[in-house]
């Protein structure tokens, strides 16, 4: 992989380059959303708990008890209850991450004549603060919806809870852009990570001409990179869905909220949906960018 990456490419305009990067990184994203968006659901519906256990019925004591409860009592297709606003978003989002990762490392060369770790880790950053403006709206209603525990059937529609978003609290930090912080910093200091660990590793890692090593190689790669930056920014994440769920009126800025959930719940309160965003991201992580350097290679064979 390492000689891969150290093989000169023959120059492509910045449209063609562009036309690139955005192919890879929309198709990543499509396919990872599609196939991880129920582990999505159920971190979501963890964070949102703030009753203890026993004081209700509908209380979700891990991965599989969620996924149990809502099949008994919101139906199969409620574990995709949310989806529409990341299928709309999830092309453009990941194609900008990608995309201006790929500006952003240019930029933070630091006058090297190859990118360092620091470089993929900064590009990584940017990227995940860019990607942030990016997908908080849709965020606020993705919450939403799948913080609503009604049968599918009897469920709002992803257009009905975006007019009432809209009608109550317009386009500002109170109404679409609520938590717009929170997903700043749990963009960024995700993508920081995940970059950086990710081509940090792999164009350490010596070329493999079997295709199945090379492949299980990258995939090992983008699951430890998903994992551990999910367990970096799990706090800022919990903070963004109590923000934006249905009680986000008692939270009042990120760490403030930070604050309130470590003071009330504890410690581990900030770690809630863990295991089943690892689950996510992990694999999801995996996905994604084996997904894009698949299809980025499929792409300049294309277009060359």
Wanted: glycine content about 10%; aromatic content about 12%; hydrophobic content about 40%.
């Amino acid at each position: 992989m390492a000689n891969k990456e150290a093989q000169p490419s023959k120059k492509r305009s910045w449209a063609k380059e562009a036309a690139i990067q955005i192919g890879s990184g929309g198709s990543a994203g499509f396919v990872e959303v599609c196939i991880m968006h129920p582990m999505d659901l159920v971190k979501t519906r963890l964070q949102l708990q703030v009753k203890t256990k026993g004081s209700d019925p509908t209380y979700y004591t891990g991965i599989g008890d969620c996924l149990k409860k809502m099949y008994r009592n919101e139906g199969f297709f409620s574990y995709w209850k949310g989806i529409v606003p990341p299928i709309l978003v999830e092309t453009p989002k990941r194609a900008v991450k990608f995309f201006t990762f790929e500006q952003y490392k240019q930029l933070f060369l630091f006058g090297a004549s190859a990118p360092t770790p620091l470089t993929f880790s900064c590009a990584g950053l940017c990227a995940g603060f860019t990607e942030g403006f990016l997908v908080n709206p849709f965020e606020v209603i993705k919450v939403q919806l799948q913080s609503n525990r009604k049968h599918v059937k009897d469920s709002p529609s992803t257009m009905a809870i975006t007019k009432e978003i809209i009608r109550k609290h317009g386009f500002g930090l109170n109404g679409l852009n609520k938590g717009l912080t929170a997903t700043l910093l749990r963009n960024g200091i995700f993508n920081g990570f995940y970059f950086g660990f990710y081509h940090s590793v792999k164009s350490s890692v010596p070329s493999n001409p079997n295709s199945t090593y090379e492949f299980l190689t990258k995939v090992a790669i983008g699951f430890c990179s998903g994992s551990f930056a999910s367990c970096l920014n799990i706090p800022f994440d919990v903070a963004k869905s109590r923000i934006q769920g249905p009680e986000g009126h008692k939270y009042k800025g990120t760490l403030r909220t930070i604050a309130i959930v470590y003071k009330a719940e504890g410690f581990r309160a900030l770690y809630k949906g863990l295991v089943p965003k690892v689950v996510r991201l992990g694999p999801g992580g995996a996905i994604m960018l084996v997904v894009y350097d698949y299809m980025h290679e499929y792409l300049v064979s294309v277009l060359n």
